[in-house]
């Protein structure tokens, strides 16, 4: 098992930026690959993105591409998602997820969730 419990969410105004970051315990963290998803009111969850198990290649979905980072630090078993520039369209509740591989753009991929954490951007 891998509990995850993510923090860092807020209101913010358009323009502005958060740090997400995300706190997992239980199995070895650097197993996984650690992805990003959020879930907008009445739309299906959606991929954000993931990085890989040693932190060197991240991909991320083309809606946030060149403004949000992810980073992760193994030793203390974090992951943390940089926003900058947020738009109204990026309000959403977000999660992290885990993931021991395949296609990491799918939820369908990850055996475990945090709870998430609301990010809500005014315009």
């Known amino acids: 098992q891998v509990q995850l419990v993510e923090s860092g969410g807020g209101l913010v105004q358009a323009g502005g930026s958060l740090r997400l970051s995300c706190a997992a315990s239980?199995?070895?963290?650097?197993?996984?690959?650690m992805g990003w998803f959020r879930q907008a009111p009445g739309k299906e969850r959606a991929f954000v993105g993931t990085i890989l198990r040693s932190g060197g290649r991240s991909y991320y979905a083309d809606s946030v591409k060149g403004r949000f980072t992810i980073s992760r630090d193994n030793a203390k078993n974090m992951v943390y998602l940089q926003m900058n520039s947020l738009k109204p369209e990026d309000t959403a509740v977000y999660y992290c997820a885990a993931a021991l591989g395949g296609n990491l753009t799918s939820r369908l991929q990850y055996d475990y969730w945090g709870q998430g954490t609301q990010v809500t951007v005014s315009s």
């Open positions: 239980g199995r070895t963290f650097s197993n996984y690959a």
